[in-house]
């Protein structure tokens, strides 16, 4: 499908603080978007649930992983506000359970919820749908894992939305 005949989608992706899986989620689909010619047709962003990183480059950890895989992470950290967010955006991808009750808090009406989604539930590979979990407190393998999981979401979102034009 060309980026004609994808209307146009707005994509929010929600972690707890910001930092490490929402901006790498943010930042590989913004690349994967560009290199299906889509980066018109998606708005793509990110927040976290809690403000204390706001204004922040993604966590260095997150960085340094996700560019030796080609990604440039340069989100600044932004806190999801529900009085915007929900209306802003189509779908708001999040990471984890707790993200998931955090956002259902926040919502103020069903079709706010509605919109909520695990990312996790589009991954294919690694045992199929999971939680992307946290690798804040982690070591170097749970930073790969989670860029691992992401970027196996990631393709099956753009797969969905070029063939359905909707996830
Ligand atoms: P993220 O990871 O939710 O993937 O951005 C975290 C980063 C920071 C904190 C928690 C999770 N924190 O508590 O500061």
Redesign the pocket.
């Known amino acids: 499908m060309d980026i004609q005949t994808v209307s146009k989608l707005r994509l929010l992706f929600v972690?707890?603080?910001?930092?490490?899986?929402?901006p790498a989620a943010d930042g590989i689909m913004h690349l994967k978007a560009a290199e299906r010619g889509w980066d018109e047709a998606l708005t793509i962003d990110s927040a976290?649930i809690?403000g204390?990183?706001v204004g922040q480059l993604p966590d260095s950890r997150m960085r340094k992983h996700a560019a030796q895989r080609g990604y440039d992470l340069v989100h600044r950290a932004r806190q999801f506000d529900k009085e915007t967010d929900f209306d802003r955006f189509d779908y708001i991808f999040v990471?984890d359970e707790q993200n998931y009750s955090d956002l259902r808090s926040l919502a103020r009406t069903s079709d706010d919820m509605d919109k909520v989604r695990y990312l996790g539930n589009y991954i294919t590979h690694f045992g199929g749908p999971q939680v992307i979990p946290?690798p804040?407190y982690g070591g170097p393998r749970d930073f790969d894992f989670a860029l691992d999981l992401i970027e196996n979401a990631c393709d099956q979102l753009l797969d969905r939305i070029a063939h359905h034009n909707r996830l």
């Open positions: 972690c707890l603080g910001n930092i490490c899986r929402s976290g809690g204390w990183h990471m946290d804040y």
